[in-house]
C-alpha cells in the first residue's frame, strides 16, 4: 500500500526552503536533511523545529499545513512547534527567532519582482 501524500504547492516549498536556510545559514545545519521523516542528529533536528515553527508564526501557517509542507504529520510539528515555542525561554534561542522572524516578514513584504520569461 502506498503512502499517502497531501499536494504541497511549489510556494510553500520555496517558504519552507527559505525558513530553512535561514535557520541553516545561522545553526550551521543541512536544510538538505531537513525535510521528511526518519531519525536526524540534534542538530538537524532542532534546526527543523525552528524552521518549522517560522513556518508555522511568520507564514500563519496550520500545523497541518506544517506538517505536510515538511513530509511530517500534524501531532509532529504541533510537537515540533511546543519545543520551540519552550525553547525561546532561552535568550539565545529567542533572539535568533526574532530575527529570522523579522527576516521573513521584510522578504515577503517587499514588493514582488516579477522576471520575464
Not at 6 to 28: K, N
Not at 36 to 52: E, F, H, I, V, Y
Not at 62 to 72: M, N, P, S
Not at 73 to 89: L, M
Amino acid at each position: 500500500m502506498e503512502e499517502y501524500r497531501v499536494p504541497v504547492s511549489a510556494e510553500d516549498r520555496v517558504r519552507a526552503g527559505v525558513a530553512m536556510h535561514l535557520v541553516a545559514a545561522r545553526t550551521g545545519a543541512r536544510p538538505d536533511r531537513m525535510i521528511g521523516g526518519g531519525r536526524l542528529d540534534p542538530r538537524t533536528s532542532k534546526a527543523r523545529w525552528l524552521a518549522m515553527y517560522l513556518s508555522h508564526v511568520a507564514f500563519g501557517w496550520t500545523l497541518e499545513r506544517v506538517g505536510h509542507v515538511f513530509g511530517l504529520n500534524r501531532a509532529t510539528a504541533g510537537a515540533a512547534c511546543r519545543w520551540a515555542e519552550d525553547a525561546r525561554d532561552s535568550l539565545a534561542i529567542d533572539d535568533l527567532l526574532n530575527e529570522l522572524e523579522t527576516c521573513i516578514q521584510a522578504l515577503y513584504q517587499a514588493p514582488r519582482c516579477e522576471l520575464a520569461q
